[in-house]
Every structure is written in C-alpha cells, then in structure tokens.
C-alpha cells in the first residue's frame, strides 16, 4: 500500500498528540506517565506550532503516523504503535529527505529502536549530550546524514 502525505492542519493538533502519548507510551520506557505527562500540554501548545508537519492517515482518515521538520531537522517522527512495521516512518523519512532537504535529526539515546531505525536511514551519531533540550536527564544523540 502506497502512504499519502498530507499536511496537517491545526485543528488536527489533539489527534496528533493522541498519536505522540500513544506511540510514546509504547517506545520510550524510560519516561514515567508524570513525564509524559509534563511533555503534552508542550507539545500541543508550543512544539507543533514550531514545526512543518505531514502526517500519514489510515483507510477512514485517522492519523496514524506524523513528522515535524524544521530547518532541514526532524523534530519529531511518531507512528501509533497499531501502525508501526507498516513503513510509515520510511516514507515520512523519505519524503523529508528527499523533499525537505533533511538531513538530521535528535534521538533519545534511550530509545534504541529510533536509532536503529536512522542508523538504517543512513544517519550517523554525531554528538551527544546527556540531558534534553530542557535539561532533563534523557541523553540525546545528534545524527546528520
């Protein structure tokens, strides 16, 4: 099945973060609810509106995969964990890289199948710091093509 591309509009930011706290919930074992919690109202209010976003919908129109670029950087790549395996993410990557002129990306070094899955992109660590852009203890890898 082919993926289609769309952008998102804003009234689309709540599915969006639905799509965020489930796939965050499924990959990142090493935040607490409390966390993810402190990250919603973040997303929803500020991060999405700071970023170019695409997303990828199922058959009845429901989001099931989304990116967020900026300055030829992936900030944010989540795919609900129903849809992962599926290669959302790939074509969203693709897309990024191939239309968007991407070519980084930061990555929870705690999350090893997202650095996998750039590794396998063709992305390469090229620094690391060990707390996130907030200062929390969540080590970040930057990775650039």
């Known amino acids: 099945m082919k993926h289609q591309i769309e952008s ?3 009234a689309a ?3 969006i973060v639905a799509v965020w706290e489930a796939s ?3 990959t990142h074992d090493f935040l607490t609810p409390e966390d993810i919690a402190f990250f919603k109202p973040l997303i929803l209010n500020e991060y999405l509106k ?3 976003l695409s997303c990828i919908k199922d058959s009845d129109g429901h989001i099931i995969g989304f990116m967020g670029i900026a300055e030829r950087k992936v ?3 989540f795919i609900h964990p129903e849809s992962r395996g599926m290669g959302i993410g790939k074509t969203l990557l693709g897309y990024a ?3 968007k002129g991407v070519n980084a990306v930061d990555v929870n070094e705690q999350n090893p199948q997202a650095v996998g899955f750039y590794l396998h992109a063709g992305f390469k660590v090229v620094s690391r710091s060990a707390t996130d852009g ?3 203890p969540f080590p970040i890898l930057s ?3």
């Open 75 to 77: 900030e944010m790549l």
């Open 134 to 136: 907030m200062g929390k």
């Open 8 to 10: 998102v509009e804003e």
């Open 50 to 52: 700071a970023v170019e």
């Open 24 to 26: 965050v919930t499924a």
């Open 13 to 15: 930011y709540p599915e």
């Open 97 to 99: 890289i191939r239309e």
């Open 143 to 145: 990775m650039e093509l």
